[in-house]
C-alpha cells in the first residue's frame, strides 16, 4: 500500500519531515477539519516508540511523556478516542488519569487555565503533545516547555488559528532562527483529500465571510477587519411583516442597559421549526427606564408569545435577571461567549436562516452596519452593539440549549 493511500499529501510531508529532520518543535495550525489530528497522532505514536527506545538504551524505568490539551474531556475526545478510532487502541486512565503505552508514562497536564500549572511541575519529560495549543495558558505552555530539558525532546502542537498577535504565532511560528529548531505546517481544509467533497462544499458555503472563512477553511491567522456580520443583506433579509409564517416558537435576548449609548434593548424573535429560519419579530430599545418598565414589556411579550418564552439575559445584571424571575418572567442568565456567539449568528446569516420585519428592522439595521472589528483585539468593538448582543444572546442560547439536548440525549 503507497503511503498516499493511507495519508494526505500534506500529512506524508509532515510525516517525512517529522522521520528526517531535526527539530525541537513542530506545529501544526491550520482550517477545521484539515487531518492535523490525524497525522499528530501518528506522530505521537513515533514518539512514544521513541521514547522507549531512548529510555531502555538508559535504562530509564520511568519514561513521561506530557500529553497536553485543554481539559481533560478535550484530551479524551480529541486525542484518546481518535486513537481509538484510527489504531483500535483503547487506552484506559489509572488513578492518577494517566495513560500507559509501549512501558511510557503518558502523563497529562490541563492547559486551559493557570490551575494546570501544577500538573505540569517536578519532573523531566521525553517530549509533549499539546493539543489546541492556542487554548492554552501561556505559563502552562511554558512549563511544558521546561519539562521537556532532555536532550533530543521533541514537542508537537496542533492548533486552529487565532488572531496574528497571538503568542504562538509570534513567539514560536514566527521564529525562524535555525537553533530555535521550531517546524510549522499550515493546512487549508483542501489539504484533507479523505473528506467528502460535498461536505467540504457545504461547509464553504455555509461559514461566514471574512475571518471566520480564513480561518476555519484557509487556515490563515487573520483578525477581524470591517463589520462583523458581513453577509447580512438588508435586501434579501429584511421582509414583509405579511411574509411571517404561523407556529413560530418564540423567545428573547435582553441586554440591558440605561444612560445614552447604552440602551436596554429586548429583541423577540420566533424560530420556523419546518423551516428552520428565526425571525426577529420586535426590538423593544430605550434609556431612562427604570426596571418596573422592562417588567411591562416582558409581560406584554408574555401575553402576545406564552408564559413560558425564554428570557435570554445579560448576566452583568443579576440583581435585574432575579427581578424579573420574581415576576415570574422566565429569564436566564445568557452565555455571553462573544466569539462562539457571533460565529453562529453569523453562521445563520449566511445560510439565510434569519430574517427581520420591516417594522422593526431600524434599529437592528442602524448598529448592524456599525458594529465592526476592533482589529487589535480581535472582538467587536464596544459600540453599536446594544441590538446586537440581545438578539445574540437570544439566538446563540436558545439554539446552543436545543442542541446540547440533542447531544446529551444521544450519550445519556
Ligand atoms: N489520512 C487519513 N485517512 C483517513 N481519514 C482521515 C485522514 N486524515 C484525516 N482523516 C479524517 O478527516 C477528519 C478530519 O481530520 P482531523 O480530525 O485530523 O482534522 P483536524 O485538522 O484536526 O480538524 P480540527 O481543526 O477540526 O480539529 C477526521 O474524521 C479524520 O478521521
Ligand atoms: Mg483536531
Not at 283 to 301: E, L, N, R
Request: one cysteine or more.
Amino acid at each position: 500500500m503507497a503511503l498516499n493511500d493511507v495519508l494526505t499529501p500534506k500529512q506524508a510531508e509532515v510525516l517525512h519531515t517529522y522521520l528526517t529532520v531535526p527539530f525541537k518543535m513542530m506545529i501544526n495550525v491550520g482550517a477545521v477539519r484539515a487531518g492535523k489530528t490525524y497525522i499528530d497522532n501518528i506522530l505521537l505514536m513515533y514518539e512514544l516508540r521513541r521514547v522507549a527506545n531512548l529510555a531502555k538504551k538508559r535504562n530509564d524505568k520511568h519514561p513521561q511523556f506530557i500529553l497536553a490539551g485543554a481539559s481533560s474531556g478535550s484530551i479524551y475526545n480529541n486525542i484518546i478516542a481518535e486513537l481509538s478510532r484510527q489504531f483500535g487502541l483503547d487506552l484506559r486512565p489509572d488513578k492518577h488519569n494517566h495513560y500507559h503505552l509501549f512501558g511510557v508514562d503518558i502523563v497529562p497536564v490541563y492547559t486551559a487555565s493557570i490551575a494546570g500549572l501544577s500538573g505540569a511541575r517536578g519532573f523531566t519529560s521525553y517530549g509533549a503533545y499539546v493539543n489546541e495549543t492556542t487554548l492554552a495558558n501561556r505559563e502552562v505552555f511554558n512549563e511544558i516547555r521546561n519539562r521537556c530539558s532532555m536532550e533530543g525532546s521533541h514537542i508537537i502542537c496542533d492548533s486552529n488559528p487565532d488572531i496574528p498577535t497571538h503568542w504562538l504565532k509570534t513567539d514560536f511560528i514566527d521564529n525562524h532562527d535555525p537553533v530555535a529548531g521550531i517546524i510549522t505546517y499550515t493546512f487549508t481544509i483542501d489539504d484533507n483529500t479523505f473528506l467528502d467533497p460535498d461536505y467540504v462544499t457545504s461547509l464553504k458555503a455555509s461559514t461566514p465571510k471574512g475571518m471566520f472563512y480564513d480561518r476555519a477553511i484557509n487556515g490563515l491567522w487573520v483578525t477581524g477587519d470591517g463589520i462583523v456580520y458581513q453577509d447580512f443583506n438588508k435586501d434579501t433579509m429584511v421582509i414583509d411583516d405579511s411574509e411571517i409564517p404561523d407556529g413560530l416558537e418564540y423567545y428573547c435576548g435582553v441586554d440591558w442597559g440605561f444612560a445614552r449609548g447604552h440602551e436596554n434593548v429586548i429583541t423577540v424573535m420566533g424560530d420556523d421549526p419546518d423551516t428552520d429560519i428565526t425571525y426577529l419579530t420586535d426590538i423593544f430599545s430605550s434609556t431612562g427606564k427604570y426596571i418596573d418598565y422592562w417588567v411591562d414589556i416582558a409581560h406584554q411579550i408574555q401575553e402576545q408569545h406564552g408564559y413560558n418564552i425564554n428570557f435570554w439575559c445579560d448576566s452583568a445584571r443579576p440583581e435585574y435577571v432575579s427581578y424579573f424571575q420574581q415576576k415570574s418572567i422566565n429569564a436566564r442568565n445568557a452565555d455571553k461567549s462573544v466569539m462562539d456567539g457571533i460565529e453562529y449568528c453569523s453562521q445563520r446569516i449566511k445560510m439565510g436562516k434569519f430574517k427581520i420585519l420591516r417594522s422593526c428592522a431600524k434599529p437592528f439595521l442602524d448598529d448592524v452596519f456599525q458594529y465592526v472589528w476592533d482589529p487589535v483585539k480581535g472582538v467587536p468593538k464596544k459600540e453599536h452593539d446594544n441590538v446586537m448582543d440581545s438578539f445574540r444572546y437570544g439566538l446563540f442560547n436558545q439554539h446552543k440549549r436545543v442542541e446540547n439536548t440533542a447531544i446529551n440525549s444521544i450519550y445519556f
